[in-house]
């Protein structure tokens, strides 16, 4: 859950709906590295931890890395398997779902049939025929990797030390408490379903950052709604209840992570991203073609081979908890390789924050179906955050009445 950081994953906008106006915000940004001295050292060590703060490719421009990092190295029993020996996701083990079959009235029943196995089964599908610009998104992964490329100081301009800021650039996963650094830089973006309010807040450059990534926003947004009406059919909700949440859907919340994971000199010790599942209700992940995605199936580890403009798709907590059960929030992480950086994109999805979460009435009964979840909100999930369990990055865990 992209839990990390309000960040990263995790979630649900954090607190965008307190956010100060746009002028504000941007003026707040830029005074974040003036004002707090935070990457001013006085001993060696100090200035050796500030400099793993201000990201890994920042460390990768200063430095030639040949051996990685005493802070990036995992315990042996968290590391990758070696990728020759890690399974990976051909044919039907990651579902396919063709929107094209969705909008067809003649084949709906068979795709909701596929999308509803799918969200049972494994948690994540890849979806075609999704008619993204840029034949699924390489305008945006252009403008991520040109983010990604721009001087430090330009990066820096947004990074803060608060994980509630709705622009950020930052490092590893939930730097609040990462006993292991992540071989990862991320900028998130908080959306908003007014996104032209926040728009003049993102990044001025690269210059095509703010049109780019807006349409891209935009995009998810719809295939979200469309992937959500579908998904809440197969469930068997009826209409009544099921506009209801589109409704939430409408007004809901939304974060992109923008991911950047540089190659790494010892990719089997370390990893982009730990094991987590995400927030809200679904996430669409856009990537390149550097594999690095793994995903908890069956107790093991399977690579996600990405399929040539294809998005990825998961079921997060939030569905999970809605369904009571039936859809599952799959455990993920980012593994990284030696020879190539990759970019990803996910695109966060869920109700407004103010919304409580909870088991739908219609798919609870006291003999077959008991409620399996209590019901939650964001002011418990960002308890939840600073809290020691927050180490262990499964909100979901927590929501639990029964375990099986
Ligand atoms: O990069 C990926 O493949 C996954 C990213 C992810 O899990 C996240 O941003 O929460």
């Known amino acids: 859950m992209a839990i990390l950081d309000l960040d990263n994953h995790s979630s649900a906008p954090p607190c965008h709906s307190h956010a100060p106006p746009a002028a504000e915000q941007q003026q707040q940004q830029q005074q974040h590295l003036h004002q707090d001295h935070q990457f001013e050292a006085d001993t060696e060590e100090e200035e050796e931890r500030l400099l793993l703060l201000k990201g890994v490719r920042h460390l990768c421009e200063r430095r030639t890395i040949l051996k990685l990092p005493a802070r990036y190295v995992l315990p042996p029993s968290d590391r990758p398997a070696p990728r020759d020996q890690t399974p990976r996701t051909t044919g039907s083990l990651l579902p396919v779902i063709d929107l094209a079959r969705l909008r067809a009235p003649a084949e709906r029943a068979a795709a909701l049939a596929d999308l509803d196995a799918a969200c049972r089964d494994c948690g994540f ?14 305008g945006m992964l252009d403008v991520a990797r040109r983010f990604f490329d721009l001087p430090f100081h330009e990066r820096a301009r947004y990074m803060s030390p608060d994980i509630r800021a709705p622009v950020r650039y930052g490092t590893s996963f939930n730097q609040l408490n990462d006993g292991v650094l992540c071989w990862r830089d991320f900028l998130k973006l908080v959306c908003d379903s007014d996104l032209d309010a926040v728009v003049p807040t ?9 049109e780019v990534v807006s349409a891209y926003a935009r995009s998810c947004r719809r295939l979200f709604r469309e992937l959500m009406e579908a998904a809440l059919e197969a469930l068997g909700i009826s209409p009544g ?3 209801e949440v589109l409704a939430g859907c409408d007004a809901g919340s939304q974060m992109l992570m923008v991911n950047c994971f540089p190659a790494c000199p010892e990719p089997d010790l370390t990893l982009g991203m730990p094991p987590h599942s995400d927030y809200g209700f679904l996430t669409v992940l856009l990537q390149d073609q550097v ?10 580890w399977l690579l996600v081979e990405p399929l040539p403009g294809a998005l990825v798709v998961n079921v997060g907590d939030h569905f999970e908890m809605y369904s009571n059960g039936r859809y599952k929030s799959v455990l993920h992480r980012v ?6 950086s990759r970019i990803s994109v996910a695109s966060l999805h869920s109700l407004p924050p103010e919304r409580v979460i909870g088991p739908a009435p219609e798919l609870v009964d006291d003999e077959k179906n008991p409620r399996r979840y209590m019901d939650t909100d964001f002011a418990t999930f960002l308890e939840y955050l ?9 909100f979901l865990q927590t929501r639990r009445l029964i375990t099986r």
């Not at 600073?386 to 499964?394: L, R, Y």
């Open 125 to 138: 599908f890849q979806v075609v025929g999704h008619g993204l610009d840029g034949g699924g998104g390489g």
């Open 202 to 210: 993102w990044p001025d450059q690269p210059i095509d950052l703010r």
């Open 241 to 243: 209840a099921a506009g």
């Open 291 to 300: 594999n690095g995605l793994e995903v908890r199936h069956a107790d093991r």
């Open 335 to 340: 593994r990284v390789n030696s020879a190539r």
């Open 386 to 394: 600073s809290s020691a369990e927050g180490k262990h990055k499964s």
